[in-house]
């Protein structure tokens, strides 16, 4: 199994233009998260989806922020407008229902200038 | 509001020292305890505790959980430079779902010199 991937690797832009994140979770994993890290603020959970469906997004800091799942196999995290506050690390995630521990991809570095 | 608290934030061995980081928890309904480890990116996981008292024990890494305290420990021993990480500590609370949500800390960054 490939993992967790996620594109793009580095993501630079300005302040205004829309961003869009995406995550292929491990294939049979039920739960997909996505996280925000920052130096500041550690790991934060943004939103999760179970079977496809967005189950808590409370943690998505503002209407900017949006995430879809169409099916098992992909998602997206999109900002529109960002703002240079929104640079950071942001993780996708996934886990088996029931499982143990997350597999996390190896993250998308925004910068927002 | 469910927390974790790491420490200390940063620690600086010499190769061949033993280490021993904290993670303290506050949470409504606890589920499990886990430990991972980020280097340059993705955190990977260590260890998952449920159960007060039973060591987990891989390679020179172990950690116990103290749920009548509400801590964890994770010990290293034998350092090595390789283990210079972020070590990451999360709490998994019930959650009606059933799903894994996981409320991380900042981390504790470890750096082990030669």
């Known amino acids: 199994d490939a993992g967790v991937i996620q594109s793009p690797r580095h993501e630079v832009t300005e302040m205004g233009q829309e961003v869009t994140l995406r995550c292929k979770p491990i294939?049979?994993?039920?739960?997909l998260f996505w996280y925000r890290q920052t130096m500041m603020r550690g790991l934060e959970l943004l939103i999760y989806f179970n079977n496809n469906v967005p189950i808590d997004d409370s943690g998505m800091p503002e209407d900017r922020f949006s995430a879809k799942m169409p099916n098992a196999s992909f998602s997206t995290l999109k900002i529109q407008p960002s703002e240079p506050r929104d640079s950071a690390v942001y993780f996708c995630a996934s886990s088996p229902l029931w499982g143990h521990g997350y597999t996390f991809g190896s993250g998308t570095r925004l910068t927002v200038v | 509001e469910d927390k974790v608290v790491q420490s200390p934030l940063s620690l600086v061995v010499h190769e061949g020292d033993t280490v021993t980081l904290n993670c303290s928890y506050e949470v409504t309904n606890f589920r499990s305890l886990l430990w991972y480890k980020q280097e340059k990116k993705a955190p990977t996981f260590l260890f998952m505790l449920t159960s007060s008292g039973i060591e987990k024990k891989s390679g020179r890494l172990s950690s116990i959980l103290d749920k009548k305290e509400l801590f964890s420990i994770l010990n290293i021993t034998a350092t090595q430079t390789g283990d210079s990480a972020v070590y990451l500590c999360a709490v998994e609370p019930v959650t009606q779902g059933g799903s894994e949500k996981l409320v991380f800390g900042k981390g504790t960054k470890l750096t082990v010199n030669p």
């Open positions: 294939s049979g994993h039920d739960y």
